[in-house]
């Protein structure tokens, strides 16, 4: 059985994750999900016409527990994931609920502390010689000068002390959308490059 730990706030966005017809097994809080996920739902993107892909193998039936990370952890066995995945609340940058349990209405000195006890949590939950990938990008403080926060240093930072060293890197490159027509008038004012990457760290635990 494969165990899915969501954030705090679940979200009907989360029927996106399922195959057609596949069932939600939540544990815990967050807003209700269907039992039963609406037609045509997948993940990913696709051409009109084309069939939704399957996203969960028919033989899989995933144990999804909604709640708050730092809890839900617990009740998670130690060294026994094969893999985790995430893309985390980038602090303060996009506010996701009213929720004060919301990582991302905290203070980033606050939100730090609780974000690095999430991923000592799930490193111990990691079994040895095994994957942990975060898709992460950089954020700029909340100060006149707009200077970067250290958001992805800090999130290598919080896995190496958790016993997963930094193993490998990627880039992934966002659309561009706009940003080619928008991106003189920010460097004109203020200096600051546009922006239209993430990264996305590994980290291999022993």
């Not at 892909?53 to 527990?65: K, S, Y």
């Not at 898709?135 to 002390?161: C, H, L």
């Not at 546009?194 to 590994?202: A, F, P, S």
Request: charge should be negative; include cysteine.
């Amino acid at each position: 059985r494969v165990h899915l730990v969501l954030d705090v706030v679940s979200s009907p966005e989360l029927r996106q994750l399922f195959a057609d017809g596949e069932e939600a097994h939540l544990a815990g809080g967050g807003e209700e999900i269907a039992d039963e996920v609406e037609e045509g739902m997948g993940l990913g993107m696709w051409e009109e016409g084309e069939e939704a892909p399957a996203v969960v193998d028919p033989g899989i039936r995933p144990e999804w527990i909604a709640g708050d990370s730092r809890e839900k952890l617990d009740e998670v066995e130690k060294e026994s994931v094969d893999f985790i995945f995430s893309c985390p609340p980038y602090a303060y940058l996009e506010q996701y609920s009213d929720d004060e349990r919301d990582l991302s209405n905290l203070p980033y000195e606050e939100f730090l502390r609780d974000y690095k006890a999430i991923i000592k949590k799930s490193v111990a939950r990691l079994k040895p010689d095994r994957f942990a990938a975060f898709v992460v990008g950089e954020i700029r403080q909340k100060d006149s000068q707009g200077n970067y926060q250290g958001f992805v240093a800090d999130t290598i930072e919080a896995f190496e002390e958790a016993g997963a060293p930094f193993y490998n890197e990627a880039i992934l490159v966002t659309p561009l959308g706009t940003l080619p027509v928008r991106a003189g008038i920010p460097f004109k004012s203020s200096r600051k490059l546009g922006k239209t990457h993430q990264n996305l760290l590994v980290f291999c635990k022993g």
